[in-house]
């Protein structure tokens, strides 16, 4: 086996915001190049802090992350948003109600990026809605307006949190998979935190566990549905989605 290049490099990460919980306490992990990271844990577990420290829009008390060659942060070192190549997507997308496509899309670019931004409406196949506001859009449309606006900014990870919540179903596997298909296309690498274990198996390459700031699992997508070959098969698929936690813990640590 060559050595793995890894987009992504997490060190014995901490953070408490009121110096008594640890929101994330000693984390450590890598993601290799161009893979799709799930993140599954309960609410306060930890994920959306893990995300914003990536991004910046958090500072860690102790650890170092790194991407490829470049710190992004340690003890002394602090890299603003700005300087780091994540776009970090939010539950509620965040997009500017008053602002149509395009211009939620160009917001914060340099004049002149007309042909990005074009092709960037039809990587997320948007093509004729350029001059709609969110609020004539569903929530797929809003969501990959959302997409459209990290990705222009051309970062090396995309982190999404949430993004696959209250929609239904039929509409979630499309999204799952186009955002699957441009992740790939781009060669990007991308971490997304769900609550749902079809999300995770569906797209992600590797899942992460995490319970009080901690990764208490971690394994690749093909294990699970080893496990799930093994043991699941024949009973009601329903289980899979009550019980992640009961999967992950039937994969050897
Ligand atoms: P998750 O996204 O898994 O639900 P979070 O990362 O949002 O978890 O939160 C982890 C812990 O940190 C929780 O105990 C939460 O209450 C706390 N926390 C998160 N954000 C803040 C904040 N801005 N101020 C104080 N505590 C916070
Ligand atoms: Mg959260």
Redesign the pocket.
């Known amino acids: 086996m060559g050595t793995a290049n890894y987009i992504l490099q997490i060190e014995a990460l901490s953070k408490s915001?009121?110096k008594k919980?640890f929101?994330l306490k000693d984390f450590s992990y890598k993601l290799e190049s161009g893979k799709i990271c799930a993140v599954v844990?309960e609410?306060?577990?930890?994920?959306?802090?893990l995300l914003k420290l990536i991004a910046g829009l958090e500072r860690s008390d102790h650890g170092q992350i790194n991407m490829g060659d470049q710190i992004l942060c340690n003890d002394q070192i602090h890299l603003s948003p700005q300087k780091r190549s994540v776009g970090l997507v939010f539950q509620d997308f965040a997009l500017f109600p008053h602002l149509r496509v395009k211009e939620n899309i160009a917001f914060g670019l340099a004049p002149g990026s007309h042909s990005k931004i074009e092709q960037m409406l039809k990587a997320v196949r948007l093509e004729g809605y350029e001059d709609r506001f969110p609020s004539e859009l569903s929530g797929g449309q809003e969501q990959r307006v959302a997409i459209a606006r990290s990705l222009v900014r051309e970062p090396d990870l995309l982190l999404l949190d949430e993004p696959f919540s209250n929609r239904d179903t039929i509409l979630k596997s499309e999204l799952r998979h186009e955002i699957k298909r441009l992740i790939k296309d781009l060669g990007l690498s991308m971490i997304f935190?769900t609550h749902d274990i079809y999300d995770a198996m569906d797209i992600a390459d590797e899942i992460i566990f995490?319970k009080e700031g901690k990764i208490v699992r971690q394994s690749p997508i093909a294990d699970i549905f080893e496990a799930v070959k093994d043991k699941y098969v024949q009973e009601n698929m329903e289980e899979l989605k009550r019980s992640a936690e009961t999967i992950l813990s039937m994969i050897p640590k």
């Open positions: 915001y009121d919980i929101a844990g609410s306060g577990s930890g994920k959306s802090t935190i995490l």
